[in-house]
């Protein structure tokens, strides 16, 4: 490789998809290819893309959440810049590394903040997965019980303790058998969590306040009654916050809108990468920790390589003092309910739409086959019969192509779009993506012109691009 690495870097542009189709995923590059999203991006910057062509397209998919504070924000960067400059000694594991105490000083502090009294332990890992993974090991250890229950539609990632608690048959399928001792329930169903935890042999209940893959929020009244049922038969509550933690809801943590929600472990990831590195994180009660690591002999009994790293460390502490100082939960809180209130006026001129739901930062808009007129019932059937999924495309393929924007669909066979945008997005364009959204909803009003292109674009997409 010649000396100047982005200039070799610049001269391979434009070769990525040749590549990932040859050595990475051909079916994915099929996908994007097939939906005509296989644009070659070469710049990001706060919740802008841009692409070698000069277009600039709007980032609400957040690279799954993560950009929370949009693109190569400056702070985290030189914050970064500075930690590689120093020649720090890094991962030395046995030491304590600094940088480490005091993330996780921050996470505890914001977790106690409000409820969540008690949370004042740390661990860290590389991402969401190895998160829920750490809590389930966590749960079982401390109450020596083997059960662990989960809710309908839930995603707590896809390595195999946590895809054993995926509500989708689509994620779980061929992939043998998943860890045994788990259940199933309907979201926010307390009876059938009462019932559930009645043989008083379960060590857990994991849940999203806010579900990535539905957009439903947790009922008033629920995560409170969850706490109370769960302690009374000595299982812990886990609350899945890797996607809508950190602010994304408009508090630092999701749990934390409902005051007497007790969780006894909480999960984050994806934000508080700063949209850097990888890395995740289990807030837990001492108690809980000390049962795993009860001695000098476990002290490491549940642990790995990377964790702690002084990259994801610095990443994540840059992430929670531009959080802290540009308050941005409470901007969230005020940006997000505009938002969807502004978002849920534009669907009701849109008899597709039969949802708009989410809390703060993260929403969604669900359609469904309309009651009437006729001539959009049929049309939703005629593209039913095309692909089981298609219906989501007709909605962020045009958004893509025609505004710049960049959306995802939330589910495998929902009907759910999701948007994620950076937590900073500016209120400019918030109003452009509304202006978007709104012509969008026209112009499923009109299938002939609009659906024609769709459809041709989709006929070959068998898949949503969903996770
Ligand atoms: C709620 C939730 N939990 C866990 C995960 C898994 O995180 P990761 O993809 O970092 O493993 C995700 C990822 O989307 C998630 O949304």
């Not at 009660?285 to 795993?292: H, L, Q, W």
Request: glycine content about 8%; overall charge negative.
């Amino acid at each position: 490789m010649p000396q100047g690495f982005l200039t070799w870097l610049d001269a391979q542009q434009g070769r990525q998809y040749e590549l990932h189709e040859r050595h990475i995923n051909p079916a994915f590059v099929k996908t994007i290819r097939t939906i005509g999203f296989d644009r070659n991006y070469i710049r990001g910057e706060g919740e802008w893309l841009f692409d070698a062509e000069g277009h600039r397209y709007l980032d609400l998919l957040t690279g799954w959440g993560m950009f929370a504070l949009g693109r190569n924000h400056p702070r985290v960067r030189s914050i970064l810049e500075q930690v590689l400059s120093r020649d720090m000694p890094n991962l030395v594991r046995m030491d304590c590394s600094l940088l480490a105490g005091l993330v996780a000083e921050k996470l505890v502090s914001h977790a106690c903040a409000d409820s969540g009294q008690g949370l004042s332990r740390v661990f860290f890992c590389n991402s969401g997965t190895e998160s829920v993974e750490a809590a389930i090991k966590f749960a079982r250890c401390h109450t020596r019980k083997p059960r662990i229950l989960f809710c309908d539609h839930a995603f707590h990632g896809l390595t195999v303790g946590s895809l054993s608690l995926n509500g989708s048959e689509f994620f779980r399928e061929r992939f043998g058998e998943l860890m045994p001792g788990t259940e199933k329930l309907p979201f926010n169903d307390l009876a059938a969590l009462e019932r559930a935890l009645q043989a008083k042999d379960v060590a857990a209940f994991v849940v999203e306040p806010v579900q990535g893959k539905t957009c439903e929020v947790v009922a008033d009244g629920y995560l409170e009654q969850a706490t109370r049922l769960c302690h009374r038969a000595g299982a812990l509550l886990v609350v899945d916050e890797v996607q809508c933690g950190l602010g994304r809801t408009g508090k630092w943590f999701a749990f934390q809108h409902w005051r007497e929600a007790e969780p006894d472990i909480v999960c984050v990831a994806k934000a508080l990468s700063g949209g850097y590195v990888p890395v995740g994180a289990v807030i837990s009660r001492a108690a809980i920790m000390d049962s795993v690591f009860d001695g000098m002999e476990r002290c490491v009994v549940h642990s790995n390589t990377f964790g702690q790293n002084d990259l994801a460390m610095a990443a994540a502490l840059a992430t929670l003092q531009v959080m802290e100082e540009g308050e941005i939960p409470s901007r969230v809180a005020k940006l997000g309910e505009s938002t969807i209130a502004r978002l849920t006026e534009i669907g009701r001129t849109c008899p597709f739409v039969y949802d708009v739901r989410g809390k703060g930062l993260m929403f969604g808009i669900d359609f469904r086959r309309p009651e009437s007129p006729l001539k959009l019932r049929a049309a939703w059937d005629a593209l039913h019969l095309l692909n089981e999924g298609v219906f989501s495309q007709t909605v962020i393929v045009p958004l893509l192509h025609e505004h710049h924007i960049l959306a995802q669909v939330a589910g495998y066979h929902t009907e759910l779009i999701k948007f994620l945008p950076p937590l900073t997005v500016s209120e400019e364009a918030i109003d452009y993506f509304l202006v978007a959204m709104r012509k969008v909803l026209d112009n499923l009003q009109r299938p002939a012109a609009a659906w024609d292109t769709v459809c041709t674009l989709a006929k070959g997409a068998a898949t949503q691009l969903t996770r």
